[in-house]
T-cell receptor, first 112, second 119 residues
Framework: EDKVVQSPLSLVVHEGDTVTLNCSYE??????LLWYKQEKKAPTFLFML????IEKKSGRLSSILDKKELFSILNITATQTGDSAVYLC????????????FGKGTKLSVIP | GAVVSQHPSWVICKSGTSVKIECRSL??????MFWYRQFPKQSLMLMAT?????????EQGVEKDKFLINHASLTLSTLTVTSAHPEDSSFYIC???????????????FGPGTRLTVL
């Protein structure tokens, strides 16, 4: 059974802090790993990672994948209150069709 | 815990037919279920929110007569794509959550998605 585990489940930090969110996975057929940010309604796509060791960056957010150790991290530097959200990790493990396995998310709260 | 399943995982149908997708919470009671559609570049669009025993709330731009949602029990919601056309081909994801005592919803637990291909 495919499994995606995110840690921590919940995190409270002060503005300006740097945070690292973790996502580990065990899937039978790995194709890609995706990170989403969910604030109110639909999750917003952040990154898709397919290759090990290549960092993807977008502003203060960055992410990297380790396919040997089967995990990914999402880093947020100089956090702001607007970063408060649930961050979801999902792995596409479909053999033929696309199939996503989501983690349960990490709830990040950034306080002033 | 908090496992959500979807069935089928992949369906191919002819244009004009209707397709039903099921979303089940396997080990918890989901007072609220959400239906999403995934677009290119991985973005997810919320289509509708359904609460058990009541009519679904559709997002703006989503045709309620085209995408019929039924949330008949605390563990099952269905999305029926009626008279499907090739432009309906997409990846449909559901999520389920508990209800909170004071209203609102808790964390959403996502299903694995259903790939719909309309020929």
């Amino acid at each position: 059974e495919d499994k995606v585990v995110q840690s921590p489940l919940s995190l409270v930090v002060h503005e300006g802090d740097t945070v690292t969110l973790n996502c580990s996975y065990e899937v039978t057929n790995f194709r890609s790993l995706l990170w989403y940010k969910q604030e109110k309604k639909a999750p917003t796509f952040l990154f898709m990672l397919t290759s090990s060791g290549i960092e993807k960056k977008s502003g203060r957010l960055s992410s990297i994948l380790d396919k040997k150790e089967l995990f990914s991290i999402l880093n947020i530097t100089a956090t702001q209150t607007g970063d408060s959200a649930v961050y979801l990790c999902a792995v596409d493990s479909g053999a033929g069709s696309y199939q996503l396995t989501f983690g349960k998310g990490t709830k990040l709260s950034v306080i002033p | 815990g908090a496992v959500v399943s979807q069935h089928p995982s992949w369906v191919i149908c002819k244009s004009g037919t209707s397709v039903k997708i099921e979303c089940r919470s396997l080990d918890f009671q989901a007072t609220t279920m959400f239906w999403y559609r995934q677009f290119p570049k991985q973005s997810l669009m919320l289509m509708a929110t359904s609460n058990e025993g009541s009519k679904a709330t559709y997002e703006q731009g989503v045709e309620k007569d085209k995408f019929l949602i039924n949330h008949a029990s605390l563990t099952l919601s269905t999305l029926t794509v009626t008279s499907a056309h090739p432009e309906d081909s997409s990846f449909y994801i559901c999520s389920a959550s508990f209800g909170l005592a004071g209203g609102g919803t808790d964390t959403q637990y996502f299903g694995p998605g259903t790939r719909l291909t309309v020929l």
